[in-house]
């Protein structure tokens, strides 16, 4: 028997008083192989303890109080080494602690310049690709439209699933877990793609793969926008080292170019655990988003350099925002 409580997975052994069973997919969305030996039922918490301490993997909040009441408290969030960077640093809280200073009134303005460009119609659906917590998902359905958003985080999609039930969002916005080299079974009239949520992929078949999912996405004349960074912007103003606190966390930040690839190391304490974590993007230019568009049978259309949509500038833009058909 399972329930949720405070953060944690809590499972409760109502017959023995002695024995606690558990099994890995209690520890983490997908088990890895390297916990196979932990589906065994296990009768020394203690223990367990011991070994989950020594995993070579980043856990969210400690196991605690592992013999009160009968009871084993285990984490719900680990980042699993063989999971891909993406999938575990954005499912993790601390991300939204280091980025909560995003700004919403930027991303407010900029889904309204957004909207006036692209002119919806009413009956529009729109496909919000990598959407995170929801907040440009939220801004759209505010212009009254039909949004649907997906994200490869559980958390994040349950975080804006609560989001719209607090501020009473009807049936025409939904949210799910959805991994965007994947398609939905259904085409949208737009499909936005934005905040650098793109480039991620070590295999190069898998950007081609994800823009072959856009296409496959769009109604006939449908529209789609990729908001990314101008890699040349990025590295002529990089900050190599950095020191930021958020929510009472110091991070250190580290970043630098490593072949074509921006990397940014991302280093923490919490309760005296050392965290480390590595966003890694692809420095994608227009030439090459042509390529790749080109690969899915998508073509640009038009580009704009920043969250004002200026004309882009390959030196002094900030942004790269391009539209594709």
Same mark, same amino acid.
């Given at each position: 028997?399972?329930?949720?409580?405070? #953060?944690?997975?809590?499972?409760?052994?109502?017959?023995?008083?002695?024995?606690?069973?558990? !099994?890995?997919?209690?520890?983490?969305?997908?088990?890895?192989?390297?916990? @196979?030996?932990? @589906? $065994?039922?296990?009768?020394?918490?203690? @223990?367990?303890?011991?070994? &989950?301490?020594?995993?070579?993997?980043? +856990?969210?909040?400690?196991?605690?109080?592992?013999?009160?009441?009968?009871? &084993?408290? =285990?984490?719900?969030?680990?980042? +699993?080494?063989?999971?891909?960077?993406?999938?575990?640093?954005?499912?993790?809280?601390?991300?939204?602690?280091?980025?909560?200073?995003?700004?919403?009134?930027?991303?407010?303005?900029?889904?309204? !310049?957004?909207? /006036?460009?692209?002119?919806?119609?009413?009956?529009?659906?729109? *496909?919000?690709?990598?959407?995170?917590?929801?907040?440009? @998902?939220?801004?759209?359905?505010?212009?009254?439209?039909?949004?649907?958003?997906?994200? =490869?985080?559980?958390?994040?999609?349950?975080?804006?699933?609560?989001?719209?039930?607090?501020?009473?969002?009807?049936?025409? +916005?939904?949210? +799910?877990?959805?991994?965007?080299?994947?398609?939905?079974?259904?085409?949208?009239?737009?499909?936005?793609?934005?905040?650098?949520?793109? #480039?991620?992929?070590?295999?190069?078949?898998?950007?081609?793969?994800?823009?072959?999912?856009?296409?496959? %996405?769009?109604?006939?004349?449908?529209?789609?926008?990729? /908001?990314?960074?101008?890699?040349?912007?990025? *590295?002529? $103003?990089? &900050?190599?080292?950095?020191?930021?606190?958020?929510?009472?966390?110091?991070?250190?930040? %580290?970043?630098?170019?490593?072949?074509?690839?921006?990397?940014? /190391?991302? !280093?923490?304490?919490?309760?005296?655990?050392?965290?480390?974590?590595?966003?890694?993007?692809?420095?994608?230019?227009?030439?090459?988003?042509?390529?790749?568009?080109?690969?899915? $049978?998508?073509?640009?259309? /038009?580009?704009?350099?920043?969250?004002?949509?200026?004309?882009?500038?390959?030196?002094?833009?900030?942004?790269?925002?391009?539209?594709?058909?």
């Amino acid at each position: 028997r399972s329930v949720r409580q405070q #953060g944690f997975a809590l499972y409760i052994n109502p017959v023995s008083p002695v024995k606690r069973t558990f !099994r890995t997919p209690c520890l983490t969305d997908a088990a890895p192989n390297n916990l @196979s030996s932990f @589906s $065994n039922t296990c009768s020394r918490p203690n @223990s367990v303890l011991a070994t &989950i301490s020594n995993w070579t993997c980043f +856990m969210v909040a400690k196991v605690v109080n592992l013999n009160a009441n009968n009871r &084993i408290l =285990l984490p719900t969030f680990v980042a +699993m080494q063989n999971k891909e960077w993406f999938a575990s640093w954005f499912d993790s809280p601390y991300y939204h602690s280091l980025y909560a200073h995003r700004d919403h009134q930027e991303a407010s303005a900029f889904i309204a !310049r957004l909207i /006036d460009l692209i002119q919806p119609k009413d009956d529009a659906t729109i *496909l919000d690709v990598a959407c995170g917590r929801g907040r440009h @998902s939220l801004e759209i359905h505010r212009h009254g439209y039909e949004v649907t958003g997906i994200d =490869l985080s559980p958390k994040n999609i349950q975080y804006a699933q609560e989001t719209a039930q607090q501020e009473v969002i009807d049936e025409k +916005m939904q949210f +799910m877990v959805q991994d965007m080299r994947e398609p939905l079974d259904k085409q949208f009239s737009h499909l936005l793609n934005l905040f650098t949520s793109f #480039g991620y992929f070590k295999d190069p078949n898998d950007n081609v793969r994800t823009l072959k999912s856009f296409r496959a %996405q769009l109604a006939p004349n449908g529209v789609g926008v990729i /908001d990314y960074l101008n890699p040349k912007w990025v *590295l002529s $103003n990089l &900050i190599e080292s950095e020191k930021v606190i958020r929510d009472d966390i110091e991070f250190s930040i %580290q970043r630098k170019q490593k072949g074509k690839w921006l990397q940014k /190391d991302i !280093r923490f304490q919490v309760n005296a655990q050392d965290f480390h974590f590595q966003e890694e993007v692809e420095l994608l230019e227009v030439k090459d988003f042509i390529a790749l568009l080109a690969q899915a $049978n998508l073509q640009l259309v /038009d580009l704009f350099g920043d969250y004002q949509l200026g004309t882009y500038d390959s030196e002094q833009s900030s942004r790269q925002i391009l539209i594709f058909q």
